[in-house]
């Protein structure tokens, strides 16, 4: 969690700092409402959190606590304080709950201009509560109270008194940025253009003349960012470590709706020309939970942390990869194709992938990776109340899996290994696969233990192919090439 060094205000009846402070200027609108206890608060489930506009005393957000968070908050398993690359507890996806009938029974966010998230509007992390309000409710040039009863948080040995509208209040900056600015700076301590990622996707416009950065300095983004319809933008972390984007989210706490997913952590649709460099994203819950999301085209991705849980990593589209780390529970790697993968370690429990592409275009081609078994923690639940994950089967995590979907296969699905070391891969490496498997590409090449010695094939699944420099020399030179696999673009040219 982000130790803010400044910015506080002493509090009155349990709370001992707060972050905007009381009288605090040019704070950024989609600040969050932090506050530091001298010992671990606990959400409280009724009272509310109300915003006014000093000026006129309307009231511009409440959180109502007692609305539950989602169907679902119970799947929250992790916090971003924790290792960033810990065994997760779960391979298994949640069985999927319907929409609910009123999705107001449930607290709701509107995020890159989608409507009916369900999100948590505190969060707790040790001594600290970060309230969340609700995402555009704080504009520029304002002057805001904040009040909150006593019955949001509750503290172990004391009270919480809660705070007045005149007891906290704060001024905005007089405006955004440039429109024209091709830099911005999110920065969790408020130092920066913004405090969220989510708010400096907002403000960038959805096809800019030039490309535009957003740089992000290290801190923890507790948030979902999602965001549609946009180009030519980079996300740059200014520590892969030390920048942590993610949120604990999927498929049972936001379940499926019309339209795009809700589930993911970080999530761009329709989005061509996006660039991801040197940051972690993390998906904090079990289930359909992915970390990252990507559906466009030439789409980049480097030095990138991706955490989830099933489906950790969503592609579709032309994606390259490089020099990057995706780590997940099974199907970590669900794609459409195409991607080009280069220099990655992929971690998994189970399946490393499922895939999906047509004949229109190529799968997932992995040249110089790394495919490192996971091991599921002995003991570990799967969900409140129910006993212990049992012993993962000894198909163990297979390089991929194309089993009957409802009646749906991918007869063209392709996944090519070069030059790639395997750990933990069961002999057959593929499987299961169902279905017409004459156009299936299910290829290695040179495959090597960790240490670099060759991998025993002989039992490998026979739908797969051992390709040899003397018979396909042509097709090994080809599918190293990213141009080749992304249909003539290619990423690297004068890098």
Known sequence: MVVFAAGYAAAEMGAAYRFPASGAKGVNPDTHLVLTFSSAPAIGRSGQVRIFDAADHKLVDTLDMSIPAGPDPVHRIGTPDIDPHPPTPTTTTPAVKSVPADLHSYQLNTIGGLADFHFYPVIVHGNVATIYPHNGALRYHRRYAVEIDPGVLTLVGGSFAGFKKSEWMFATKNAAPAESATRVVVAADGSGDFNTVQGAVDFVPANPAKRVTIFIRNGTYEEIVFFQKKSNLTFEGEDREKVQVGYANNSAFNPPMPG?????????YDSNGIVLENLSVSNYAYGQAEGLLLYGDKVVVKKVNIKGSGDAL?????????????IGDGDTILGVGAAFFKDCEIQSMGPYMWIRNTDANHGNVFVNCSFVT??????VQQAAGTKPAP???SMGAVLARLPNNHGLNYP???AVLIHCKLSGVPAEGWGPVEGDTDHMHLWEYEST??????????????ASRQLTTEKDAETIANYSKPAFVLGGWDPTAGN
């Open 314 to 326: 969503n592609l579709r589209g032309r994606i390259y990869l490089a020099n990057s780390r995706i």
């Open 374 to 379: 996971r091991q599921r923690p002995a003991g």
């Open 449 to 462: 233990d960790m240490d670099g010695k060759p991998i025993d094939v002989s039992k490998r699944h026979p």
């Open 412 to 414: 063209y699905a392709e």
């Open 391 to 393: 012993a993962r089967p």
């Open 260 to 268: 795009p997913s809700r589930r993911c952590a970080f999530s761009a």
